[in-house]
């Protein structure tokens, strides 16, 4: 080989390896990745994502424990504090997030027909809470742990800020105090991009992760949306340019603004691996209301993905899965496992004095008096969390056949 074919060579090499070596020796993607309006597999081929969200996991959610009002997960950490102090709270969370989702579950929603899960998760479980935070936590295991499983498996993944710092979204389900403050915290949005560059940093090279769906349903439509608005799709710039530092492989998702439907926040893709999500719950079936995003799809020539929907009769579910496979959209139902419910794949059997934890949890907490007076006995609370925490696990949880066939996966 010449001098100058031993310099190119060199060169070439250097330039697949700063692309993260996306490009197989046969040509073809590692990756999925985007190809006009679709997806496409790493042969080459169109792809269709058929997932379920991991709801509830690093994120709970009131609902799902047959709570009203300690409905996001400071409420429910606060219930499960009073219940038995800071000490039994936090070994009750690690056995929670230990039992929850197992390589059981990933193993099922592999063998039920799905291609795929979308993972929702806190940022508060990849920071410390001392001053100044720093970016560590349990998450980033957390997370390791669930892409292996799904690696062996043969499912693929997308990871899903649900509550970001400040709060996205103004509601229960950021976690936040009732403003979509991060969007006027120079702080909170640091912190942010931040965390988003370290979990990017750890995949640049894994197929199994599909992409990063950034900010989960912003801004809800409560609050000032002339304000609100135009600050959205600044924030993603900086979010993807800090993770295109450190990961050019991945598809970044981008929601629209008021739970993820409004796609009018948005100007021209600025990325050349970015796919747009909405969300869609409670409506009427037909082809309009979807209308708006395969515009917005075809006058792009971008990916769409339905990334959240559900809570609702197998009929509906099925009629939905329908139209958006009829419009060549992929999908994600929400949630994947909730306590004593149909409108999920799996459900949790309810624990035995379960009531006794939900009429605590909705009793007046506001004083320590009420506290006090309010409490149950500690044998029954102890009882109801212990048995909590061994029926969620998957082999002792129920199937819910008539929501798998819904979805028509086999």
């Known amino acids: 080989m010449s001098c100058c074919r031993k310099k190119l060579a060199f060169w070439l090499s250097i330039i697949l ?64 504090n009073e219940l038995i102090g800071e000490d039994e709270a936090r070994r009750f969370w690690k056995a929670y997030r230990d039992n929850y989702i197992t390589r059981e579950d990933i193993r099922f929603i592999k063998q039920a027909g799905f291609n795929s899960v979308r993972v929702p998760f806190s940022y508060r479980l990849f920071v410390s809470e001392g001053e100044p935070q720093k970016l560590e936590g349990a998450g980033y295991e957390l997370l390791d742990r669930v892409v292996d499983w799904c690696k062996k498996e043969g499912l693929f993944v997308i990871l899903d800020m649900h509550a970001a710092p400040g709060g996205q979204t103004g509601d229960n389900i950021d976690d936040s105090w009732g403003y979509p403050f991060l969007f006027e915290s120079a702080e909170s949005q640091d912190l942010t991009v931040n965390i988003w560059r370290k979990i990017a940093a750890r995949y640049p090279d894994e197929p199994t992760v599909v992409g990063y769906d950034l900010l989960n349903e912003p801004i809800a439509h409560y609050f000032d949306t002339v304000y609100l608005n135009p600050k959205l799709e600044p924030l993603y710039r900086r979010i993807v340019a800090a993770i295109r530092e450190v990961d050019r492989n991945h598809i970044i998702f981008l929601g629209g603004a008021q739970w993820d439907t409004n796609f009018k926040v948005f100007g021209t893709p600025f990325d050349d691996k970015v796919a747009y999500t909405f969300h869609k719950y409670w409506m009427d079936v037909n082809q309009q209301a979807i209308q708006e995003y395969l515009d917005f799809r075809d006058k792009h020539n971008v990916p769409v993905w339905m990334g959240e929907s559900g809570e609702n009769t197998d009929e509906w579910i099925g009629s939905f899965r329908t139209l958006l496979e009829l419009n060549n959209i992929g999908w994600c139902f929400w949630p994947y496992k909730k306590l004593d419910a149909t409108s999920c794949v799996v459900s949790i059997n309810s624990p035995a004095e379960w009531d006794t934890i939900v009429e605590f949890a909705e009793s007046p907490r506001i004083t320590f008096e009420e506290v006090r007076k309010n409490r149950p006995p500690r044998d029954r609370v102890k009882k109801a969390l212990s048995d909590y925490l061994v029926r969620i696990r998957f082999a002792n949880c129920r199937i819910n056949q008539g929501y798998l066939k819904a979805l028509a996966l086999r």
Do not use: C
């Open 17 to 80: 390896l700063s692309l993260g070596a996306s490009v197989a020796s046969n040509g073809q993607s590692r990756f999925v990745t985007t190809r006009g309006k679709d997806l496409a597999s790493p042969d080459g081929k169109p792809f269709l994502l058929k997932g379920i969200n991991l709801g509830n996991w690093l994120l709970p959610e009131g609902y799902m424990f047959k709570f009203k009002t300690a409905n996001s997960p400071v409420l429910i950490h606060t219930v499960i």
